[in-house]
């Protein structure tokens, strides 16, 4: 078992707030009841024809209104992403019972991941540019063609001018986006952070996720999104953003916050694999979780749960359940849950998954996974319904088209 360190509070990190915009619903509560009752967010695509694609099927924010959450002064500057990004950090800092004040505001920041950023802003402003020239541009659009506007617009709506940056890294650009906001808050760098990740569905990123044969049905067969079943034939495209709201112990306390958990451990890793392609070894995944586990000083044993990465691709879900086989012995293996086959992949929804996994390490309990009938694997999956259980060490995992890896630890609070 790795050594134990006792952190002063300073450095450690825990979630005081949550606040999300996904296709189970906008804000804590709703989304947590449609969450853990095995609800889907996923349904025919709404916002564009899908007709020049393979697939129908999409996981689409709705009943999402930005004037609730956003100033009519800023709301028009905004793209798609960016209302997101700004309303569920807006719903984490109010679930944390965090006003930003002039004494407050430069020890507050945003650590976002984005995967593609505005692509129907891009594809837009591509397309003025090439058939009319530059004078036909908008120039209000022009901003928010970068991957770093969602972040920059949440700090102007919000007020707070901490440290302000974005992580793009294909499918763990959220995890990747939590761990560094961990790590700035540890050095000492922000006594707050709102951390996670966003990304939206669009007609041009969902035609070019069908033309890879990304999407299910892939292979044939009847779409949707069957993470670790037999059948599985490609995922789902989703979109949306979470948010979590991390502060350092020691503030939290000053301020007599309530804490949903801590965040105990971080690993990042890599390994070889084609750029659109997904790993086809284990050792990649094995590495990076066992360094998630030293950085929170456990070992696999004192794992509850795993938030898996699987999301009905026939080659992710293999490999992965094929490396938990061989981490996990087989009368120790926690219980293992996917939250896509209800929020589908929408590459930075590790945001949302780490709102999910927080809320089950809070509640110590696992939502179902949706779409599973038939298991791959004779691991401990979740499925068919909600799995009440303590939880004291919970496990996020990221793996990315690419080969890039990366694995956070959520463990239950104990002071």
């Not at 591509?126 to 972040?151: H, Q, R």
């Not at 991390?246 to 939290?252: P, T, V």
Request: proline share 5%; aromatic share 6%; hydrophobic share 40%.
């Amino acid at each position: 078992m790795p050594e134990r360190r006792a952190l002063p509070d300073a450095r450690r990190v825990v979630v005081t707030g949550l606040g999300m915009a996904t296709p189970l619903g906008v804000g804590k509560d709703v989304f947590a009841g449609r969450l853990f009752a095995g609800a889907s967010g996923i349904g025919p695509v709404q916002a564009f024809d899908t007709q020049a694609a393979a697939s129908r099927l999409g996981a689409e924010v709705r009943d999402f209104s930005p004037r609730d959450f956003i100033s009519v002064k800023n709301l028009r500057r905004m793209d798609r992403t960016s209302l997101l990004t700004t309303a569920s950090a807006r719903l984490a800092l109010e679930d944390a019972n965090i006003t930003v004040t002039e004494e407050n505001r430069d020890r507050v920041g945003i650590l976002l991941g984005t995967a593609f950023g505005a692509t129907d802003v891009t594809v837009s402003v591509a397309g003025a540019l090439l058939a009319e020239g530059p004078a036909s541009v908008n120039p209000i659009l022009v901003p928010n063609t970068v991957m770093n506007a969602p972040a920059g617009h949440a700090s102007i709506e919000l007020g707070f001018r901490g440290v302000n940056t974005t992580v793009t890294h294909f499918g763990v650009s959220a995890e990747n986006a939590i761990a560094y906001a961990v790590s700035e808050i540890r050095r000492g760098a922000a006594d707050v952070m709102l951390a996670g990740g966003a990304d939206i569905l669009s007609k041009f990123y969902y035609e070019a996720l069908s033309k890879f044969r990304g999407l299910s049905p892939d292979n044939g067969g009847e779409e949707g999104a069957r993470p670790f079943d037999a059948g599985r034939n490609g995922y789902v495209a989703g979109e949306g953003c979470g948010i979590l709201c991390l502060e350092s112990l020691a503030h939290a306390r000053g301020r007599g916050a309530a804490i949903a958990c801590e965040v105990t451990g971080a690993g990042l890793g890599s390994s070889r694999a084609t750029p659109s392609g997904w790993p086809t070894g284990t050792e990649g995944i094995r590495r990076t979780f066992r360094r998630a586990l030293a950085d929170a000083a456990i070992d696999p044993s004192e794992v509850s749960a795993v938030s898996a990465a699987a999301n009905g691709g026939r080659m992710l879900d293999a490999v992965e359940a094929r490396a938990y086989e061989e981490i996990f012995t087989a009368d120790a293996a926690p219980w293992i849950t996917s939250v896509k086959g209800a929020l589908g992949e929408s590459f930075s929804g590790g945001g949302i998954r780490a709102c999910a996994l927080a809320l089950s390490v809070e509640k110590g309990c696992l939502p179902p996974t949706v779409g599973l009938t038939r298991p791959i694997t004779g691991l401990p999956l979740v499925w068919g319904e909600k799995r009440e259980t303590g939880i004291r060490h919970a496990v996020q995992a990221g793996i990315s088209f690419g080969g890039t890896y990366a694995y956070l630890v959520f463990s239950r609070y104990e002071s």
